[in-house]
């Protein structure tokens, strides 16, 4: 119970202080918690997260920074 509630009160946290962030920044670290997020759930099951979640999360980056660029390039916000 307490676990939950910790996780509740980051998220909450972590949600209300993105909004004062550029649109890349929030693209660059919105990759990175989806590919931490998915890359843990492979590793867990290939048998390491914390591997799993670190090149997940590095790669999240890369591809949050590179849809970034792309859309700028396109003329959207």
């Known amino acids: ?12 946290l972590f949600s209300g ?3 004062g962030m550029s649109s ?3 693209r660059v670290l919105s ?8 890359g ?10 914390a591997i799993g979640a670190a ?7 890369l591809g949050g ?3 970034d660029q792309y859309q700028k390039s396109r003329g959207s916000r």
């Open 31 to 38: 990759g990175g918690a989806m590919g931490a997020g998915g």
């Open 24 to 26: 890349t920044e929030q």
């Open 1 to 12: 119970m307490r676990k939950a509630l910790a996780v509740i009160f980051a998220a909450i």
């Open 65 to 67: 920074y590179v849809y």
């Open 40 to 49: 843990a759930l492979i590793g867990a099951v290939a048998g390491s997260a």
């Open 55 to 61: 090149a997940g999360g590095g790669a999240g980056l």
């Open 17 to 19: 202080g993105c909004a």
